[in-house]
């Protein structure tokens, strides 16, 4: 089994990623470290909380994270894509567990420490924690594993804004630093998401199955393809944080590309803006490319057996 830490800002979208990721067999979830982006810290917390008391497994620790990114406040989520409460205002009772008193930072390191080269991170929304891990405890570079992210636009149009993709946008110093670290890196950006689309009919289809954290996810998942339906004239919805999950199960069904990439920090039009180089930065002639000289080489998903990621996700949710 692989060991997993699901970094998340639970969001209706990771609501399902942790689903599906808890039903796999495959994976050995040792805890989930919750940030802002979608809502606030404290309701991505009771989320994440409510989302494990749903599917009985309190057995895993939930570790609060950061309130904030790096440089900025934050900025007050997307309620209109998730809801006020971060799950499609369905407002459920709290859970009576607790987040455990490590931050999402020092959890990562410490499991990162305690199983070297064993743990995997999937991370759902900005990259916050991960950089202030990074920045706790450097080694934790070769130390993991790898790391899968949901976010990024290597060659596509963003969502949050033209230019750059949600979870990048949140918090652009964050992805910088963890695009410019020396790990196993996997950017599951928009350049596949929007290529996998989950439609009325598939949502309807695992809409079927009756266990108590499904029921919630679908309740909830109503008012994002309300959303999808509003935004872009779609039935159906893009399938982003379940695409980490389904390329940790099956990557073969994803083909990749290696890039160094840095990210727009600078308030301006592009901020968060993912740009990778396929120049050879290397040379000497060409300092416009010095902002990519020397940096690690991302594992960048480029095209999607999306068919065959939409089996995978329906077989793990509709147990
Ligand atoms: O751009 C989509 C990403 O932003 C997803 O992770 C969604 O949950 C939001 O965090
Ligand atoms: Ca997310």
């Known amino acids: 089994m692989k060991k997993l830490i699901i970094d998340t800002d639970p969001g209706i979208d990771d609501a399902m990623a942790i689903q599906m990721a808890l039903n796999a067999q495959e994976l050995d979830i040792m805890g989930l ?3 802002f982006g979608n809502v606030n810290i404290d309701l991505t917390t009771s989320n994440a909380l409510r989302i494990l008391d749903l599917a009985g497994r309190n057995d895993i620790a939930v570790a609060k994270g950061a309130e904030h990114p790096l440089k900025t406040k934050f900025a007050g989520g997307v309620p209109f894509v998730h809801g006020d409460d971060g799950q499609g205002n369905t407002y459920k009772p709290a859970s009576k567990s607790s987040a455990v008193e490590l931050s999402a930072s020092a959890f990562l390191v410490e499991h990162i420490l305690r199983y070297p080269g064993e743990v995997t991170i999937a991370a759902l929304g900005p990259l916050t924690n991960l950089a202030m891990a990074l920045q706790m405890e450097p080694q934790i ?14 060659f596509c149009a963003g969502n949050a804004t033209p230019a750059a993709e ?38 309807a289809e695992i809409s079927t199955s009756k266990t108590p954290l499904n029921r919630h996810v679908m309740e ?19 399938l982003h944080d379940a695409s980490v999950i389904a390329y940790l199960l099956d990557r073969s069904l994803y083909q990749t590309a290696a890039y160094p990439i840095r990210v727009e920090t600078s308030d301006c039009l592009g901020k968060g803006k993912v740009w990778p180089s396929d120049g050879a930065s290397d040379q000497e002639e060409r300092p416009a490319l010095r902002p990519w000289r020397n940096r690690p080489l991302v594992n960048v998903c480029v095209d999607v057996n999306a068919k065959e990621v939409i089996d995978l996700v329906k077989s793990k949710l509709m147990l």
């Open 33 to 35: 470290t919750t940030v």
């Open 141 to 154: 570079q070769q130390l993991v594993k790898e790391i899968v992210i949901m976010g990024g636009n290597a």
């Open 166 to 203: 949600a979870n990048m946008y949140s918090d652009p110093e964050a992805a910088d630093i963890v695009f410019g670290a020396d790990w196993s890196l996997t950017m599951v950006g928009l350049d596949v998401t929007h290529k996998t689309v989950l439609s009325k009919h598939d949502i």
């Open 220 to 238: 909830a998942y109503k008012f994002y393809q309300d959303f999808f339906k509003k935004a872009n004239k779609m039935d159906g919805t893009y």
